[in-house]
């Protein structure tokens, strides 16, 4: 039995895959430009400020002050991922559990155990 090759291509058909329309190359960078500086200029289109804040930013501020000890420090990075995943409204049994689970991974990873050990030699 001879097999011939289709001239349509299929889903999961080898051979030559259908064009895709879009920008490429320097039609694309010229799209991006205009893009850029169409929301340049205001409108519903422009994107708000990003802050490039870290969530735990103040807790680095006191340990690297030496207002808290590094211990003490994991405990409130803790506390604060507990707030934020699950709330402050969570039951205490479930924040017990996640902050032991949280805790017995810091322990037990070994590159995150070497960071909490550098934490508290400084």
Do not use: C, N, W, Y
């Amino acid at each position: 039995m001879k097999v011939t090759r289709s001239s349509h291509l299929g889903p999961g058909s080898p051979g030559k895959a259908p064009a895709v329309a879009g920008a490429r190359g320097k039609t694309f960078a010229a799209k991006l430009g205009h893009a850029e500086r169409a929301s340049a200029g205001g409108g519903p289109q422009r994107a708000a400020p990003v802050h490039h804040s870290s969530a735990v930013a103040d807790i680095g501020a006191e340990l690297r002050a030496g207002r808290i000890t590094a211990q003490s420090a994991i405990d409130k990075v803790v506390e604060r991922v507990l707030d934020r995943q699950l709330g402050k409204q969570a039951s205490v049994a479930l924040r017990a559990k996640l902050g032991a689970a949280l805790r017995e991974t810091l322990a037990d990873d070994p590159l995150l155990a070497a960071k909490v050990h550098t934490l508290s030699q400084e």
